[in-house]
């Protein structure tokens, strides 16, 4: 991610966001994490998987600036 090339970014994050719990960490670290998956996705244009991941947050807790993001991304 940091040099540009999101889709090679992508599934080693998706892999460890599967072991999120696990692996331990405070969960602002856990959010850092996922938060970058979701730049990945958006940078590669798979909006229909960053949309997913921020609808499942928001089931989990309320977030207008969630909210504001699934808006905003491309359909």
Request: with cysteine.
């Amino acid at each position: 991610v940091v040099e540009d090339r999101p889709i090679e970014a992508i599934d080693p994050l998706k892999q460890v966001m599967g072991s999120l719990p696990e692996l331990g960490g405070s969960a602002a670290q856990q959010e850092v994490v996922t938060e970058t998956l979701l730049y990945a996705l958006v940078r590669a244009g798979r909006c229909r998987e960053a949309r997913a991941i921020l609808n499942a947050r928001l089931d989990r807790r309320h977030s207008p600036a969630d909210r504001r993001r699934i808006s905003a991304l491309p359909a």
